[in-house]
């Protein structure tokens, strides 16, 4: 695979090639403009960049794609970078395909309850024109900076607020429009077949092969997303208590209820065993008696614990409160970055059983102890407890390189001790990738690898991801 050390006139053909495609403003070989592509805001990088090419639109597209096939030199898909794991970032040089420019919003349909949007339509995009043409409808946000793409957060499997109730956010979508490695573009989903891209349809469910790939199996072009149902109010309920192993089943309780929309376990960066371990449960509806009616059935699951054992929380602290109540939340990065030492952070988000919270608290709490570093945990339960998103928050200041150092370490060995607990790391690095194969069953990484040569035969799309 090319794309390392390019000789000089295969190199100025290319970028020719590309120039053509997109104008001379959208495509650049410039140092100075590959290195902000080169790197990310965590620890990965920087990597090696040959090309940036910014495409306006699927033929835009297809023609990089082809050029990308005839030089055999590999491409990377990139929406705002902002998965801190690198994954946007090329692991064997070659062209960043920088989506920001394809930003339109296509179509809003309230009946159907679903939108259209192009692959560089950012979170803060979409919000605001909700907000502006729907305000009864929603998508479920992520805590990510607003600049995110909505197709990064989907490719990458994440989860917004509403990911307790709908499951992660990659199940809602409809439909995708996806340029193939060869350059075919593909409509996946009711649309393929429908006028609408209304739902998936009673089709085989071909979306999965293009989320948690990590922009290995083509490049996503259009997303039917769908949306769901905004309340006029919206609150937020705590529970803090001290032993963590109450934590699991006061969530099997509270999600029991049916009446929570979001919930969350944080501990925050000064923790020690002995400190409170404190649960938020967001709650919505349309009347005050109904968000009463909630809030009285929440307290009843406090009240059935030994006195004092889980303090039912009513008004929550305020920092908290606003980290729950206003959307999106900005308030994590805030806590966990270390912003007034030079800023930084990195988390390794765990999906695991619910049950194992209090194991996965304690060894992060032992990992960071052990290696002199800050942590703290931010824990989103998704699905009706049918898994956490447990994050590892390990904050550090860029400019000290032996704390940068620590924090990979501790990176390596939380996904470790991740995966020995049955977990399974969330976004991971490409080091992480390589853990997770070597614990994957043969036969199921021997499908993936069947799945990319039948879909990219030259290996453009960003090779070097899941050890592709
Ligand atoms: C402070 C902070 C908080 C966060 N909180 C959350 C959270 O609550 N929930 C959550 O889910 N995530 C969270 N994230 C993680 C992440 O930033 C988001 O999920 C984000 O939406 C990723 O989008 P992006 O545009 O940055 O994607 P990128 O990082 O640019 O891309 C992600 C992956 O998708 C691929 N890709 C991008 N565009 C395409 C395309 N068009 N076609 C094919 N592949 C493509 C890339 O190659 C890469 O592998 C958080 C990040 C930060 C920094």
Redesign the pocket.
């Known amino acids: 695979m090319e794309g390392k050390g390019l000789p000089a006139m295969k190199d100025d053909l290319i970028h020719r090639d590309l120039a053509s495609i997109v104008g001379e403003d959208y495509a650049s070989n410039r140092p100075e403009e590959l290195f902000i592509y080169s790197v ?2 965590g620890t990965e990088g920087p990597r090696k960049v040959d090309y940036v090419v910014m495409p306006k639109n699927v033929d835009q597209v297809q023609k990089i794609v082809a050029v990308a096939n005839q030089h055999r030199i590999p491409i ?9 794991n690198g ?2 970032l090329p692991v064997n040089g070659g062209i960043v395909m920088d ?1 920001k420019r394809m930003d339109r919003i296509l179509e809003l349909n309230r009946q159907r309850k679903y939108v259209v949007v192009e ?1 560089g339509v ?2 803060g995009m979409l919000g605001s024109y909700l907000e502006k043409n729907c305000p009864e409808l929603e998508h479920s946000r ?4 607003p600049m ?2 909505i ?3 989907i ?2 499997r ?3 607020y509403l990911s307790l109730r709908y499951g992660n ?1 990659s199940h809602h979508i409809n439909g995708l429009e996806v340029v193939l490695p060869t350059g075919e573009v593909c409509n996946i989903g009711a649309g393929c077949v429908s006028p609408w891209p209304f739902c998936k349809g009673p089709l085989p469910d071909m979306t999965g092969l ?1 989320c948690g790939w ?2 290995t199996t ?4 259009k997303l039917s997303l769908k949306l769901f149902p905004k309340r006029r109010m919206l609150d937020v309920v705590g529970y803090a208590m001290d032993d963590l192993e109450l934590v699991p089943e006061l969530l099997y309780q509270v999600t029991h209820t049916d009446m929570v929309d979001n919930l969350f376990v944080v501990g925050f960066a000064s923790d020690t065993h002995e400190s409170h371990k404190y649960v938020t449960a967001s709650i919505t509806g349309d009347l005050d008696e109904e968000i009463a009616y909630k809030k009285a059935v929440l307290k009843k699951i406090a009240a059935g614990y030994q006195e004092g054992r889980v303090r039912f929380d009513y008004p929550v602290w305020d920092p908290l409160k606003s980290r729950f109540v206003e959307k999106p939340p900005y308030v ?2 805030a806590l966990a970055a270390d912003f007034e030492r030079g800023g930084g952070f990195r988390y390794c988000g765990a999906i695991l059983p619910v049950d194992k919270i209090p194991e996965a608290w304690r060894k992060g709490m032992e990992i960071a102890h052990r290696l002199g570093i800050n942590f703290s945990a931010g824990i ?1 339960i998704l699905g009706y407890c049918h898994s956490a998103m447990f994050g590892y928050v390990y904050p550090f200041n860029r400019a000290e390189e032996q704390e940068v150092e620590r924090v990979r370490k501790a990176m390596r060995e939380t996904n470790e001790a991740v995966l020995q607990m049955g977990g399974i790391p969330w ?1 991971a690095e490409v080091a992480a990738q390589k853990q997770i194969i070597e614990k994957m069953e043969p036969n199921t990484h021997d499908l993936m690898k069947k799945i990319w040569k039948a879909l990219d035969p030259n290996g453009i799309m ?1 090779p070097g ?1 899941w050890c592709k």
Do not use: C, R, W, Y
């Open positions: 990310d805001s990377t898909p990139m929406g705002a970078n902002l998965t801190l994954l946007g989506m692959a950012t979170q992520p805590e990510a900076p995110a793409t197709v990064g957060n490719v990458i994440g989860h917004g956010n293009f990590n922009g083509g490049v996503i072009t994590t990065p989103q976004k960003n991801n």
